[in-house]
Nanobody
Framework: QVQLVESGGGLVQAGGSLRLSCAAS????????MGWFRQAPGKEREFVAI????????VYADSVKGRFTISRDNAKNTVYLQMNSLKPEDTANYYC????????????????WGKGTLVTVPS
């Protein structure tokens, strides 16, 4: 069992930046594919970014490509989401998730989920 705890959310003005962190319990963090997802008020959860076990391969949603960067530090059992040029439409609860294997084309097929951290970008 892996426990994931997100942090770093908050209120930021449009055009600003935030870095989210997700700390994982256990000694097998480096064996998990990690991802970030978000859910805006009244909307379904959506994929944001995913990173492979070594950190060498990443995939982004079109809506965040070029603005967000996912990275990981396996020595610290932590995955990050650097968010730049934030927009009001980025307002959402951001969730960290982990998977024992690459989830294929449906990135929602993750095994473990955190409880989320709220990011608010007022218009």
């Amino acid at each position: 069992q892996v426990q994931l705890v997100e942090s770093g959310g908050g209120l930021v003005q449009a055009g600003g930046s935030l870095r989210l962190s997700c700390a994982a319990s256990g000694r097998t963090f480096s064996s998990y594919v990690m991802g970030w997802f978000r859910q805006a008020p009244g909307k379904e959860r959506e994929f944001v970014a995913i990173i492979d076990r070594s950190g060498s391969s990443t995939v982004y949603a079109d809506s965040v490509k070029g603005r967000f960067t996912i990275s990981r530090d396996n020595a610290k059992n932590t995955v990050y989401l650097q968010m730049n040029s934030l927009k009001p439409e980025d307002t959402a609860n951001y969730y960290c998730a982990g998977a024992r294997k690459w989830p294929g084309t449906n990135y929602e097929n993750m095994d473990y989920w955190g409880k989320g951290t709220l990011v608010t970008v007022p218009s």
